[in-house]
Each structure stands twice: as C-alpha cells, then as structure tokens.
C-alpha cells in the first residue's frame, strides 16, 4: 500500500478534497454497475434520482472497496491510525435529476472538521466517493467550495448560492472519470448540481469517522459478513468505548493521543 504524495497532502490541505484517478478499470466499473442492477434493479415509478443505504450488503466486492489498498491508506493519514467505516450509500441519477444544497462545513456539526498540527492532517467524517461512470466539466454531480473546510465565514454563504439557484465562481464541480476516487472531508462545503449528461451519474459512497466517533445511528454487525477479512470487520467496529468522549473539547479537536493508539490497521 502507498498513501498521499507531498503533491496529494498539499492539494487536500488547499482545497479539502483530493481525486485519486484510475483506481478501478473500466471492465471493473461496469461490474459493479451490473452487481447494482442486480441487487437494486430499478423500479418503474423511480424518478431521476435514485439513493440507497448500505451497498456492502449487496455482496463481498462491494465490501472490498472498505479496505481498497488504493484509498485506505490515504484514509489513514487523513483520519489517524484507527479509522472506522461509518456508513454507505449509492446516488444514481439519470439526465435532469435535481441538486441538492451546499451543506457541510467546519463545525457545522460536532464531527465535521478539519485541522493540521505538528505536521499532521486530521478529519472527522471523511467520504471516498467511487465514481462508476464519468462526470465531466459540466455534467454536474458532485460540487463543492474549495478550501471551505477552513473557512472562518461559511455560515455567510449566500442562500441562493447554497441553493444553487445563482452560479457563483467559487463553486466547483471537479472533472472526473469512472474509476476515479474522490476523498473529501465533511466539513468542506458540498452538495450535488443538476445532472445534465445523458448517461446515468453512478456513485458509491464510503463514508470513514475517527475512532472515537459516530455519525450513522447503527453500526455495522460485522456477524453479518462472514466473508469479510479480519481487517474489514476491523473497519466495521462501532466507536471504541474508551474513547466515547467528545471529538471537540472547547473548540478544538482533541489531540493525537485520544484520536489513535498504538493499535494500527492490520
């Protein structure tokens, strides 16, 4: 397993999101899509936009993509030594689906944050979004406030803009390709603009908490996936009980020391 480049550290401390490309094949990408058909065929009255929890049931290769030794360790140095998977999901969206709102940013709530210190980066809730089909400059799909995750004013971002109702040149959707993993932190500014291409807009999501915290209500049973390494079920583990204490004390994320411990990832 790798990680972050220098290049990589310093594109997601500036903007709060990092695209890792070509992490799946083409080949890749359209199983899963087949996989998904398969086990959330779509519905004749289903509208443009179609969302639904929990993708790792939908069999083991999806669970993998948990762990992908392309991703994880970017996760690792991004959230400390012993993240956790939170929850996932999948958005599909067909041409002129709708968007969503800006939302996110740092503080917004307890677990959306963002800080360096002593040459670290540290996340609270972070997502991997696993693109299966290309969104290019314009087709919509994810958008967000680049470097929003340290702004001092985000609540004064504009309702209209929120909305999307007002383009605003600081709103950027990023250039993607299927295969390509985007990793960004919760407390950037992000949502989703109108899907305008004529494919369908296909995405996992994969979404990590530090150790110590929770953003889903009920966590994984890792019973529940005899086919998972000891490393997933590891990933899977609800928030360990002696560190069941605030993530922010007085503002501040809480140090190093009550993020991680001297147990790493197998």
Same mark, same amino acid.
């Given at each position: 397993?790798?990680?972050? =480049?220098?290049?990589?550290?310093? *594109?997601?401390?500036?903007?709060?999101?990092?695209?890792?490309?070509?992490?799946?094949? !083409?080949?890749?990408?359209?199983?899963?899509?087949?996989?998904?058909?398969?086990?959330?065929?779509?519905?004749?009255?289903?509208?443009?936009?179609? %969302? #639904?929890?929990?993708? #790792?049931?939908?069999?083991?290769?999806?669970?993998?993509?948990?762990?992908?030794?392309?991703?994880?360790?970017?996760?690792?140095?991004?959230?400390?030594?012993?993240? %956790?998977?939170? /929850?996932?999901?999948?958005?599909?969206?067909?041409?002129?689906?709708?968007?969503?709102?800006? /939302?996110?940013?740092? +503080?917004? +709530?307890?677990?959306?944050?963002?800080?360096? *210190?002593?040459?670290?980066?540290?996340?609270?809730?972070?997502?991997?979004?696993?693109?299966? =089909?290309?969104?290019? !400059?314009?087709?919509?799909?994810?958008?967000?406030?680049?470097?929003? /995750?340290?702004?001092?004013?985000?609540? +004064?971002?504009?309702?209209?803009?929120?909305?999307?109702?007002?383009?605003?040149?600081?709103?950027?959707?990023?250039?993607? *390709?299927?295969?390509?993993?985007?990793? +960004?932190?919760?407390?950037?500014?992000?949502? #989703?603009?109108?899907? =305008?291409?004529?494919?369908?807009?296909?995405?996992?999501?994969?979404?990590?908490?530090?150790?110590?915290? =929770?953003?889903?209500? #009920?966590?994984?049973?890792?019973?529940?996936?005899?086919?998972?390494?000891?490393?997933?079920?590891?990933?899977?583990?609800?928030?360990? !009980?002696?560190?069941?204490?605030?993530?922010?004390?007085?503002?501040?994320?809480?140090?190093?020391?009550?993020?991680?411990?001297?147990?790493?990832?197998?």
């Amino acid at each position: 397993m790798s990680g972050l =480049t220098d290049e990589d550290r310093f *594109r997601f401390d500036l903007q709060g999101f990092l695209v890792i490309p070509s992490v799946l094949s !083409a080949e890749q990408c359209q199983s899963y899509s087949d996989l998904a058909d398969e086990a959330w065929p779509e519905q004749p009255d289903d509208g443009p936009f179609r %969302r #639904t929890e929990f993708v #790792t049931a939908w069999g083991q290769p999806f669970v993998d993509l948990m762990d992908h030794d392309a991703v994880l360790p970017c996760l690792v140095e991004l959230l400390g030594q012993r993240p %956790r998977v939170d /929850h996932d999901y999948c958005i599909f969206m067909k041409n002129g689906a709708g968007s969503s709102y800006l /939302h996110g940013g740092p +503080f917004k +709530f307890p677990d959306h944050w963002y800080q360096y *210190r002593d040459g670290k980066m540290r996340n609270g809730l972070t997502v991997a979004t696993w693109n299966l =089909t290309d969104a290019p !400059a314009g087709a919509g799909g994810f958008a967000c406030v680049p470097g929003s /995750h340290k702004s001092n004013y985000a609540k +004064f971002l504009p309702d209209d803009v929120r909305s999307f109702e007002r383009a605003a040149d600081y709103v950027y959707q990023p250039p993607m *390709r299927a295969g390509d993993v985007l990793i +960004f932190t919760e407390a950037l500014l992000h949502g #989703t603009v109108d899907w =305008t291409m004529p494919h369908d807009r296909r995405t996992l999501l994969y979404k990590y908490s530090p150790a110590n915290s =929770t953003w889903h209500p #009920t966590p994984y049973d890792p019973g529940e996936f005899p086919s998972a390494s000891e490393r997933q079920k590891r990933l899977m583990v609800a928030p360990s !009980a002696y560190a069941n204490e605030p993530v922010v004390q007085d503002g501040q994320p809480r140090s190093d020391e009550v993020l991680s411990n001297d147990r790493r990832v197998p």
